[in-house]
Structure formats: C-alpha cells, structure tokens
C-alpha cells in the first residue's frame, strides 16, 4: 500500500494541506462541508438585509438549512478522518 504522505498536495511533515482536496480521504465531504457553510452565511446575510420584505424570512430559513448542512458535511468529513 502506498503511504498517504507521499502523494501530490500532501505536505510531507504535516499531511495534507490545510486548504487543498488532494490527499484527503473524503474530498466531497470537505468540499461540500466548506462551500455549504459559506453558502449558508451569506444568504444569511442577504437575509438580514434584506429585512423588512417577505422573502427575508424565506432566505433566512433557507440559509439556516444550507449553513447547517455544510456543517454536518464538515462533521462527517471530521469523523472520517478519525476511524
């Protein structure tokens, strides 16, 4: 078996890089768990300013739901690491 280390984009003293999918044992996961939180926060924010009109609340539950499955992706990709 080949040592994970020795892959392209992976840092041989400290593992994979802190920003790159390369080398990851879950890459959708950690792309899906950082593009859906980033998401999440900014139709949040969109939904903050946008206060005071009907679609507000819309956008506020919406980006609640994508804010948090982000998270639960980024928990998973977590877990993953750890078994």
């Known amino acids: 078996m080949s040592d994970p280390r020795s892959a392209p984009g992976v840092d ?3 593992g994979p890089r802190p920003w790159g999918i390369e080398g990851r044992r879950v ?3 950690y792309l899906l768990g ?5 998401m ?10 946008a206060s005071g009109s009907g679609a507000a609340r819309w956008l506020f539950l919406a980006g609640l739901v994508v804010l948090g499955l982000g998270l639960i992706f980024s928990q998973r990709f977590l877990g993953s690491r750890s078994s």
């Open 34 to 38: 950082w593009v859906g939180s980033v």
């Open 12 to 14: 041989s003293r400290n």
């Open 40 to 49: 999440g926060l900014a139709v949040l924010l969109v939904s903050f300013m």
């Open 27 to 29: 890459p959708a996961l």
